[in-house]
């Protein structure tokens, strides 16, 4: 069993930042994916930036230049550096891990940027 523990997030003013840190836990297969996934009310869930062990990150065009995702294999952790926010940012962020074809996800932690 794999389970994901998010923190971070909160309300911030437009222009500011936020970190978000997430854990995984339980049996995790070496070969995986972690990132963060965001979805907005009214609005499916996307892609905001991911990272193969090992391997480059891949960032939606929305958050590029802006956000940063770094992960630590010896901790199996995951954390999303998020600077210059935008009220276009809200949403509830999600932590991801997939491995062995299948999706993990976390509880999900809210960002919220006032203008």
């Known amino acids: 069993q794999v389970h994901l523990v998010e923190s971070g997030g909160g309300l911030v003013q437009a222009g500011g930042s936020l970190r978000l840190s997430c854990a995984a836990s339980?049996?995790?297969?070496?070969?995986?994916?972690m990132g963060w996934y965001r979805q907005a009310p009214g609005k499916q869930r996307e892609l905001v930036a991911e990272?193969?062990?090992?391997?480059?990150?891949n960032y939606a065009d929305s958050v590029k230049g802006r956000f940063t995702i770094s992960r630590d294999n010896a901790k199996n952790t995951v954390t999303l550096q998020m600077n210059s926010l935008k009220p276009e940012d809200t949403a509830v962020y999600y932590c991801?891990?997939?491995?062995?074809?299948?999706?993990?996800w976390g509880q999900g932690t809210q960002v919220t940027v006032s203008s």
């Open positions: 991801a891990l997939v491995m062995l074809r299948t999706n993990y």
């Open positions: 990272m193969a062990r090992g391997s480059s990150a």
């Open positions: 339980g049996s995790i297969f070496p070969i995986n994916v």
